[in-house]
């Protein structure tokens, strides 16, 4: 389960979208980019492999509502 999911947009004053997210996980901390199109792009790190389809999973329901169901 991901923990103190948090997101913030990727230009600022800007109307293009994409999105800066970080959270932690297994507690490390992650964090990367969201572009329009759902594609994830990660900064320093990513969950392993066994993970990081189940994590990727969370960040979209998680992106879905935060920014595309208000």
Not at 22 to 34: P, T
Not at 42 to 64: A, C, F, G, R, Y
């Amino acid at each position: 389960m991901l923990t103190h999911f948090q997101y913030k947009p990727l230009y600022e004053n800007a109307d293009i979208p994409g999105w800066h997210f970080s959270f932690y996980y297994l507690k490390q901390r992650y964090n990367g980019i969201y572009h329009q199109n759902g594609a994830i792009e990660w900064s320093e790190t990513k969950p392993n492999e066994e993970d990081l389809k189940k994590v990727e999973t969370q960040i979209h329901e998680l992106m879905l509502y935060h920014v595309y169901d208000k």
